[in-house]
């Protein structure tokens, strides 16, 4: 069984629907992870390489391995990464196929509330981490503070009990409440731990640039709408249409979206 519950299926879908927003975090998560200089780097869960591409232009690093479980999005990163010190492969955060002690830092952004046993890919980080290495996570406050889920789903639940459910699920992944993530890295026996906590905001054209990207194939969000019959799409589509415009004219929105982030000493 696949370790990840993410739904993966284009890269471009991706770079729409959450790429652009994990670019924004990655600046924010590589200061509070304090990458440096020098370093053999692991990527977990790199997705379309959001993260690799950052750290490789705001450091110098010797080296960046980018694993993601997804093969299309592997090869979407692969093919656009010109740098000799970055390497994607496909594998899984549960069973990293690495040799104890490999790296000088371990991060990992927007995945350990997709996989199935997040504790299991945690140790796996520090496993392959070198004594005195950082390990560093981050992921999204899903319930608390990223406005355009909370309308998504919110509008969800109240035209359908299976958009209910769906809600529910998407506000309880693991490692998205209130300190749960810095207690994974206590558990795992990190040092120096500390958490974080980073705000971006998503801005959005008009209502079309934040409803096409719910249309493709990845992410909880997309799996919705692709569930719903054509009528219930378009009633779907029409109150979601009214909780983005709010009383006004269609046109730009910016939203906040905050993640969780925590950081510790191998």
């Excluded at 390990?135 to 899903?142: H, P």
């Excluded at 705000?199 to 692709?226: Q, S």
Aim: glycine share 8%.
């Amino acid at each position: 069984m696949q370790s990840s519950t993410f739904n993966a299926a284009d890269g471009d879908g991706y770079e729409v629907s959450m790429g652009r927003w994990s670019r924004r975090l990655a600046d924010l998560f590589i200061d509070f992870a304090a990458a440096t200089d020098g370093e053999d780097v692991l990527d977990v869960g790199c997705g379309t390489g959001s993260l690799a591409f950052a750290l490789a232009a705001r450091t110098r690093p010797k080296s960046i391995t980018g694993i993601g479980f997804s093969p299309t999005y592997i090869a979407f990163a692969a093919a656009k990464n010109s740098d000799p010190r970055i390497s994607f492969e496909a594998g899984d955060a549960c069973i990293l196929p690495y040799a104890d002690r490999s790296f000088d830092r371990v991060l990992s952004l927007l995945v350990l509330h997709f996989v199935r046993e997040p504790k299991k890919a945690v140790a796996e980080m520090r496993r392959v981490a070198r004594p005195g290495a950082t390990v560093a996570a981050s992921v999204w406050d899903t319930r608390g503070a990223v406005v355009t889920y909370r309308m998504f789903f919110d509008t969800a639940a109240a035209l359908d009990p299976d958009g209910a459910a769906r809600r529910g699920q998407a506000f309880t992944r693991p490692m998205t409440r209130p300190g749960e993530l810095v207690a994974a890295w206590h558990e795992a026996r990190f040092s120096d731990v500390r958490d974080g906590y980073l705000t971006i905001r998503m801005e959005f054209k008009d209502f079309a640039d934040y409803w096409t990207p719910l249309t493709g194939k990845d992410g909880p969000l997309a799996a919705y709408v692709n569930s719903l019959t054509p009528d219930a799409r378009e009633r779907f589509k029409d109150a979601l249409t009214a909780a983005y415009c709010d009383g006004e004219k269609d046109g730009p929105r910016s939203f906040a979206a905050s993640a969780w982030a925590v950081r510790g000493t191998a």
